[in-house]
Nanobody
Framework: QVQLVESGGGLVQAGGSLRLSCAAS????????FGWFRQAPGKEREFVAF????????SYANFAKGRFTISKDSAKNTVFLQMNSLKSEDTAAYYC?????????????????WGQGTQVTVSS
């Protein structure tokens, strides 16, 4: 059973940085892809970033380009989301997700496994 555990959220001032971590267990992740999504109160869950475990295919939502960086540590089965120049509109619960496929996707519907989420609050 694949399990994902996020950490690293918190309260930060606008312009600050946070690094989210997603520790994955219970799978052979060489054939998986991972994504970060976020959901603000009253809004739909939205795509943030994608990384394919093998081959390094990476993509970002437009709002994340130039500010956020997704990466992974294969030895630790951990995916990271480095967030810089944070804005108040980045305030949301951030979720790590995994799909048992190498196909690129920005749709939450294509990710089967989800973490519990970690809250990011950016004060202006």
């Amino acid at each position: 059973q694949v399990q994902l555990v996020e950490s690293g959220g918190g309260l930060v001032q606008a312009g600050g940085s946070l690094r989210l971590s997603c520790a994955a267990s219970g799978g052979a992740f060489s054939t998986y892809s991972f994504g970060w999504f976020r959901q603000a109160p009253g809004k739909e869950r939205e795509f943030v970033a994608f990384i394919r475990w093998t081959g390094g295919w990476i993509s970002y939502a437009n709002f994340a380009k130039g500010r956020f960086t997704i990466s992974k540590d294969s030895a630790k089965n951990t995916v990271f989301l480095q967030m810089n120049s944070l804005k108040s509109e980045d305030t949301a619960a951030y979720y790590c997700a995994a799909a048992r496929t190498l196909a690129h996707s920005t749709s939450a519907n294509n990710f089967l496994y989800w973490g519990q989420g970690t809250q990011v609050t950016v004060s202006s």
